[in-house]
């Protein structure tokens, strides 16, 4: 047999090996984005004296949309319809090949950390190409908007991955997952809490929340996501929502297991996975109530301060790897 | 072999240019365009077959250049050059066919693009000082030439030559005297001479030489602040020359820098790097910002080129410096990558750039302003300049994202260098790569979704038709090529890897494994595009089966179409849309200081009463911020003492015998 036989065949196995594991992450955040989502707006509530939606309510609002009449703005093209898709395709690959329940998920060596960044920025991009494909005057400034905040975010975001990598010497997400459980050290490292800082601030944005963006608001003078997907109904609204989930998911699982990994499953047993599923949503329920917090006790930013805050995420992303080299 | 195939090339690129100035109209534009094509496929071969053996050729002959000889020589480094300009030049040459059919274009012009090619197929391999500059010249002027080709039409393109010419020229004057200072010092005028004699030359004059020559080279390259010409060359040029400048032109900027810096120069020290590293971080980040306020479309991509030279000057600097550092294998993977991301350039905005020319010649405009909708009057032209689009911006599965990915690791893993000046220029140079990452989306997803998506804004826009069929194989070749690399990056691997190690002094061990993703055997870290291609292909299919399942029987065949939501107004026109302009207002406002934006707001009222506007014009222009600053003040200085010298000569002969005797005198002295 040829070498590129067999290491094909080894390649296959791991694959199989690996495959239950992706798929168990992508279950556990298919259910649990739209959880946190839920959470979050009951924290909300809460904190504002109401007694709010039950915490399942935005996955019954998915069962609800997904059954109903699928209609296009007459002047949009495939485009808007293809857009959804891609977003929750992309999340998928992304959710699947990030360690959030296993440190071994498929594409072990391939998981690297500017894939997810990039995957999430091919998300982005289908829901702006979306937001103006209809040619409406909303959806456009939805996606002006919401690429404007994009691309101030990214560099804080990439600085702050750069920042993780350097001291982990790679880029590879399961190795920084397992580097940091190899060096409980690391944890209070001024690096890394100016990097979880910066992270803290990406994801804010890159999820729509205040001060940022306000996910409850119809008011057109301040909607940035919610203008740009003013045009979907029925199914695909529901994949928006449903993608959209799926990314603050992550972006919360992964905050959570770049900085805290403890629980998180090396090897594939099973009730080493369930055991992982149930830390992961501990750990990311706790971010999400901690940005709730945030959410009730902050204004939203005047669009055009937006660019100051992230800034600052660009800037302590930035000290985050300064501090790193100058300690090293 | 590879050598035979090479100059049967060139003999069809000639051929070309003959028949091109021979033939009758119709005739002319068919032959030149075929020929051009063939004399491209030949040079491909040759140069792949260099990339594949790794074996060098050289060719000497001393009849053709009185004096000197015409030397060349094809190594995997200058390889990688040619085969990058042959493969735009394929598709450019096919695309012409049915680009001229519409308006056909005069005897010089299709005679000169043949020429044109040939010129940047001889600059890399030039291996003399002679043969380099005279080739040099030669592209310098038969693109002029071809710029100026649509004159009559376009009164935007003589001022856009002049631009260019002055700028070359200047270039070109620097690269001489600094080719010649080597060559005088080496005692011979052929590469190998200099490369040779690199060691005995004094650390002084080889930064003077690398200084001149960097003017040079970094103002072909469209390195700010040497890049005015550029964004307005680029667009004003005919589009398959555009196509061409920006995909094959630029490159030879960069290959003179790693040429001269690298192999004739011997590596240097740090500061030249350092430099290098400087002008690219700058250039990546004013190009990208400019790409994102930009409304013109080939201008949004002339800048995206300026913005993608800095990215790849910043990997060409990392390279020398860590290289200097004695880093060698980390200096290698940073070439490498610079290399990858220069080719995957090429291919996508040489296809960006066709493309545009398909909807200039369809709409008759290229301002986004006016465009709209072109999506489904131009599917194939569109999804072809969406398939350049997302590549451009690094999406995961196309090729641009495979060479950004590998640049990144690169300067992320040159950290590991302990030396302080390298590292900080490591860090700006991330930074830039992040920054333009946001911005190049921004400015892409404007082109795409302002352009192609939404209503039609003009009357042109409205009824435009699909472009003819060469048009779109020259245009869809180019895209293939994007993806296939984008899917199995690996397959360039070898050939890129060669081209390193005959482009870096220091020689270079090879930074990655086999196969057909990415994998940094000893530096941990690797993507497989192939499979997260395959992972979405799957996700995709996936999500469209379970909602066919759980959507309502009924609901599944055809989707209602109704009205926009237009704030309960009725009556959603074209002109409620955003437009280009309107899409980069949040940016502009942001980098305010940077583009400094020019606005003009003019109010005239009615007679009667002031209170009562009777019309408003608002103007807007984002004019280059550098020129201003740079520029205006050397032009204005020259021509003042313009102004001044005019004076002197009045008309009166007794002064001009005056001045002959004045000199005459002069000179008796001088040789007394």
Same mark, same amino acid.
């Given at each position: 047999?040829?070498?590129?036989?067999?290491?094909?065949?080894? @390649?296959?196995?791991?694959?199989?090996?690996?495959?239950?594991?992706?798929?168990?992450?992508?279950?556990?955040?298919?259910?649990?984005?739209?959880?946190?989502?839920?959470?979050?707006?009951?924290?909300?509530?809460?904190?504002?004296?109401?007694?709010?939606?039950?915490?399942?309510?935005?996955?019954?609002?998915?069962?609800?949309?997904?059954?109903?009449?699928?209609?296009?703005?007459?002047?949009?093209?495939?485009?808007?319809?293809?857009?959804?898709?891609?977003?929750?395709?992309?999340?998928?690959?992304?959710?699947?090949?990030?360690?959030?329940?296993?440190?071994?998920?498929?594409?072990?060596?391939?998981?690297?950390?500017?894939?997810?960044?990039?995957?999430?920025?091919?998300?982005?991009?289908?829901?702006? +190409?979306?937001?103006?494909?209809?040619?409406?005057?909303?959806?456009?400034?939805?996606?002006?908007?919401?690429?404007?905040?994009?691309?101030?975010?990214?560099?804080? +975001?990439?600085?702050?991955?750069?920042?993780?990598?350097?001291?982990?010497?790679?880029?590879?997400?399961?190795?920084?997952?397992?580097?940091?459980?190899?060096?409980?050290?690391?944890?209070?490292?001024?690096?890394?809490?100016?990097?979880?800082?910066?992270?803290?601030?990406?994801?804010?944005?890159?999820?729509?929340?205040?001060?940022?963006?306000?996910?409850?608001?119809?008011?057109?003078?301040?909607?940035?996501?919610?203008?740009?997907?003013?045009?979907?109904?029925?199914?695909?609204?529901?994949?928006?929502?449903?993608?959209?989930?799926?990314?603050?998911? +992550?972006?919360?699982?992964?905050?959570?297991?770049?900085?805290?990994?403890?629980?998180?499953?090396?090897? @594939?047993?099973?009730?080493?996975?369930?055991?992982?599923?149930?830390?992961?949503? @501990?750990?990311?329920?706790?971010?999400?109530?901690?940005?709730?917090?945030?959410?009730?006790?902050?204004?939203?930013?005047?669009?055009?301060?937006?660019?100051?805050?992230?800034?600052?995420?660009?800037?302590?992303?930035?000290?985050?790897?300064?501090?790193?080299?100058?300690?090293? | 072999?590879?050598? #035979?195939?090479?100059?049967?090339?060139?003999?069809?690129?000639?051929?070309?240019?003959?028949?091109?100035?021979?033939?009758?109209?119709?005739?002319? #534009?068919?032959?030149?365009?075929?020929?051009?094509?063939?004399?491209?496929?030949?040079?491909?071969?040759?140069?792949?077959?260099?990339?594949?053996?790794?074996?060098?050729?050289?060719?000497?002959?001393?009849? #053709?250049?009185?004096?000197?000889?015409?030397?060349?020589?094809?190594?995997?480094l200058s390889?990688v050059f040619v085969?990058t300009a042959?493969?735009v030049g394929?598709?450019a040459?096919?695309?012409?066919?049915?680009?001229?059919?519409?308006?056909?274009?005069?005897?010089?012009?299709?005679?000169l693009?043949?020429v044109f090619l040939a010129s940047l197929f001889l600059v890399p391999a030039g291996a003399s000082v002679a043969t380099f500059m005279v080739a040099w010249e030669l592209m310098a002027l038969t693109s002029l030439l071809l710029l100026l080709s649509?004159h009559?039409?376009?009164?935007e393109s003589q001022e856009a030559a002049q631009w260019y010419a002055s700028m070359t020229h200047v270039g070109a004057a620097a690269i001489l005297l600094g080719l010649l200072l080597l060559a005088?010092?080496?005692?011979?005028q052929?590469f190998?001479?200099m490369?040779?004699?690199?060691?005995?030359?004094?650390?002084?004059l080889r930064s003077v030489i690398f200084l001149l020559t960097l003017v040079g080279f970094a103002s072909k390259a469209g390195a700010v602040p040497l890049h005015v010409w550029l964004p307005r060359a680029h667009p004003e040029a005919p589009s398959?020359v555009s196509a061409l400048m920006s995909g094959a032109m630029v490159n030879l900027g960069i290959y003179g820098i790693i040429r001269v810096g690298e192999d004739l120069l011997?590596g240097g020290v740090?500061w030249w790097w350092l430099l290098v590293v400087a002008i690219g971080v700058i250039s990546a980040f004013f190009g990208a910002l400019h790409a994102?306020a930009s409304?013109d479309?080939k201008r949004l991509l002339a800048y995206s080129t300026v913005d993608n030279m800095g990215l790849v000057l910043i990997g060409v600097g990392a390279a020398g410096s860590?290289?200097?550092?004695?880093?060698?294998?980390?200096?290698?993977?940073?070439l490498?990558?610079s290399l990858?991301h220069l080719v995957n350039h090429a291919?996508?905005k040489g296809?960006l750039f066709?493309?545009?020319?398909?909807?200039?010649?369809?709409?008759?405009?290229?301002?986004?302003?006016?465009?709209?909708?072109?999506?489904?009057?131009?599917?194939?032209?569109?999804?072809?300049?969406?398939?350049?689009?997302?590549?451009v911006?690094?999406?995961?599965?196309?090729?641009?994202?495979?060479?950004?990915?590998?640049l990144?690791?690169?300067?992320?893993?040159?950290?590991?260098?302990?030396?302080?000046?390298?590292?900080?220029s490591?860090?700006v140079g991330?930074?830039a790569l992040?920054?333009t990452?946001?911005?190049t989306?921004?400015?892409?997803?404007?082109?795409?979704?302002?352009?192609?998506?939404?209503?039609?804004?003009?009357?042109? !826009?409205?009824?435009?038709?699909?472009?003819?069929?060469?048009?779109?194989?020259?245009?869809?070749?180019?895209?293939?090529?994007?993806?296939?690399?984008?899917?199995?990056?690996?397959?360039?691997?070898?050939?890129?890897?060669?081209?390193?190690?005959?482009g870096?002094?220091?020689?270079?061990?090879?930074?990655?494994?086999?196969?057909?993703?990415?994998?940094?055997?000893?530096?941990?870290?690797?993507?497989?595009?192939?499979?997260?291609?395959?992972?979405?292909?799957?996700?995709?299919?996936?999500?469209?089966?379970?909602?066919?399942?759980?959507?309502?029987?009924?609901?599944? /065949?055809? !989707?209602?179409?109704?009205? !926009?939501?237009?704030?309960?107004?009725?009556?959603?026109?074209?002109?409620?849309?955003?437009?280009?302009?309107?899409?980069?207002?949040?940016?502009?406002?942001?980098?305010?200081?940077v583009l400094r934006?020019?606005?003009?707001?003019?109010?005239? /009222?009615?007679?009667?009463?002031?209170?009562?506007?009777?019309?408003?014009?608002?103007?807007?222009?984002i004019d280059d911020g550098l020129e201003r600053v740079l520029y205006r003040p050397v032009i204005s200085a020259i021509s003042?003492w313009g102004?001044?010298?005019?004076?002197?000569?009045?008309?009166? #002969? /007794?002064?001009?015998?005056?001045?002959?005797?004045?000199?005459?005198?002069?000179?008796?002295?001088?040789?007394?």
């Amino acid at each position: 047999m040829s070498p590129a036989a067999s290491a094909a065949i080894l @390649a296959g196995a791991a694959l199989k090996m690996r495959m239950p594991a992706s798929l168990l992450q992508v279950a556990a955040i298919v259910v649990g984005g739209p959880l946190l989502v839920g959470l979050m707006a009951k924290c909300r509530a809460r904190a504002e004296g109401r007694i709010g939606a039950p915490i399942s309510q935005p996955l019954r609002d998915l069962r609800k949309l997904v059954r109903k009449e699928r209609i296009h703005a007459e002047h949009s093209s495939a485009v808007l319809a293809v857009a959804p898709f891609v977003l929750v395709a992309s999340a998928t690959v992304a959710v699947a090949i990030s360690p959030l329940v296993t440190t071994a998920p498929v594409l072990d060596g391939g998981a690297d950390a500017f894939v997810v960044v990039y995957l999430l920025l091919m998300g982005s991009v289908a829901l702006a +190409l979306g937001g103006l494909d209809p040619g409406t005057a909303f959806g456009g400034m939805g996606s002006s908007r919401a690429m404007t905040v994009g691309a101030l975010a990214e560099p804080a +975001l990439l600085v702050a991955i750069l920042a993780l990598s350097i001291q982990a010497k790679t880029s590879n997400l399961p190795g920084i997952v397992k580097a940091t459980l190899a060096h409980p050290g690391w944890l209070a490292s001024p690096e890394r809490l100016l990097a979880l800082a910066a992270l803290v601030v990406v994801v804010i944005a890159e999820t729509g929340r205040i001060p940022v963006d306000n996910p409850s608001t119809h008011l057109e003078l301040t909607m940035i996501h919610e203008a740009m997907v003013l045009e979907y109904a029925g199914p695909e609204l529901a994949l928006v929502t449903l993608g959209e989930a799926m990314r603050l998911g +992550l972006l919360f699982g992964l905050v959570a297991n770049l900085f805290f990994p403890w629980g998180i499953a090396s090897s @594939a047993s099973l009730p080493q996975l369930s055991l992982a599923v149930v830390v992961l949503a @501990a750990k990311a329920a706790t971010i999400a109530v901690v940005i709730a917090l945030i959410e009730v006790s902050t204004a939203k930013l005047r669009l055009f301060r937006i660019p100051e805050l992230l800034a600052g995420g660009f800037v302590l992303a930035v000290l985050a790897v300064m501090t790193g080299l100058v300690t090293r | 072999m590879s050598e #035979v195939a090479f100059l049967i090339g060139l003999g069809a690129a000639s051929a070309a240019a003959l028949l091109g100035a021979a033939l009758p109209a119709r005739l002319r #534009v068919l032959c030149a365009g075929l020929l051009s094509s063939a004399a491209c496929v030949c040079v491909l071969l040759a140069a792949g077959r260099v990339l594949v053996s790794g074996h060098a050729w050289n060719a000497h002959s001393s009849e #053709v250049l009185p004096l000197t000889g015409v030397s060349l020589s094809l190594d995997p480094l200058s390889a990688v050059f040619v085969a990058t300009a042959a493969a735009v030049g394929l598709a450019a040459s096919c695309y012409t066919i049915g680009y001229s059919a519409h308006s056909t274009p005069s005897r010089a012009a299709t005679a000169l693009f043949p020429v044109f090619l040939a010129s940047l197929f001889l600059v890399p391999a030039g291996a003399s000082v002679a043969t380099f500059m005279v080739a040099w010249e030669l592209m310098a002027l038969t693109s002029l030439l071809l710029l100026l080709s649509e004159h009559r039409r376009r009164k935007e393109s003589q001022e856009a030559a002049q631009w260019y010419a002055s700028m070359t020229h200047v270039g070109a004057a620097a690269i001489l005297l600094g080719l010649l200072l080597l060559a005088t010092h080496a005692n011979g005028q052929t590469f190998v001479a200099m490369a040779a004699h690199r060691s005995r030359l004094p650390i002084v004059l080889r930064s003077v030489i690398f200084l001149l020559t960097l003017v040079g080279f970094a103002s072909k390259a469209g390195a700010v602040p040497l890049h005015v010409w550029l964004p307005r060359a680029h667009p004003e040029a005919p589009s398959p020359v555009s196509a061409l400048m920006s995909g094959a032109m630029v490159n030879l900027g960069i290959y003179g820098i790693i040429r001269v810096g690298e192999d004739l120069l011997g590596g240097g020290v740090l500061w030249w790097w350092l430099l290098v590293v400087a002008i690219g971080v700058i250039s990546a980040f004013f190009g990208a910002l400019h790409a994102a306020a930009s409304t013109d479309l080939k201008r949004l991509l002339a800048y995206s080129t300026v913005d993608n030279m800095g990215l790849v000057l910043i990997g060409v600097g990392a390279a020398g410096s860590l290289a200097v550092g004695g880093e060698r294998l980390l200096a290698a993977l940073a070439l490498l990558a610079s290399l990858f991301h220069l080719v995957n350039h090429a291919l996508f905005k040489g296809s960006l750039f066709l493309s545009a020319g398909a909807v200039q010649q369809a709409t008759g405009t290229r301002d986004l302003d006016q465009l709209g909708g072109l999506a489904r009057r131009l599917p194939l032209t569109a999804a072809l300049f969406g398939l350049g689009a997302l590549s451009v911006s690094a999406l995961p599965g196309l090729n641009g994202f495979a060479s950004e990915w590998l640049l990144l690791e690169a300067l992320l893993h040159g950290f590991a260098d302990h030396a302080g000046a390298t590292v900080v220029s490591l860090l700006v140079g991330v930074a830039a790569l992040a920054i333009t990452g946001g911005l190049t989306a921004a400015a892409f997803v404007k082109a795409l979704g302002v352009g192609f998506l939404g209503q039609p804004r003009t009357p042109g !826009a409205t009824s435009a038709r699909e472009v003819a069929p060469s048009m779109l194989a020259g245009m869809g070749l180019l895209a293939a090529v994007c993806i296939v690399l984008g899917v199995a990056p690996g397959v360039l691997l070898p050939a890129l890897r060669r081209a390193t190690a005959s482009g870096l002094a220091v020689g270079a061990p090879s930074p990655l494994r086999p196969g057909l993703g990415l994998d940094l055997a000893s530096l941990n870290g690797a993507i497989e595009p192939a499979l997260v291609v395959a992972g979405l292909l799957g996700a995709l299919v996936l999500t469209w089966t379970l909602i066919r399942l759980l959507a309502r029987r009924d609901e599944l /065949h055809q !989707a209602r179409s109704a009205e !926009a939501w237009g704030c309960g107004r009725e009556l959603q026109t074209a002109r409620m849309e955003v437009t280009a302009t309107s899409f980069a207002e949040p940016l502009r406002r942001v980098f305010v200081d940077v583009l400094r934006p020019d606005h003009d707001i003019e109010v005239t /009222h009615v007679a009667e009463s002031r209170f009562f506007p009777q019309a408003i014009r608002y103007q807007h222009r984002i004019d280059d911020g550098l020129e201003r600053v740079l520029y205006r003040p050397v032009i204005s200085a020259i021509s003042a003492w313009g102004r001044l010298a005019r004076r002197v000569p009045n008309g009166s #002969v /007794h002064r001009y015998l005056a001045f002959g005797l004045v000199a005459l005198v002069i000179i008796l002295v001088v040789l007394a």
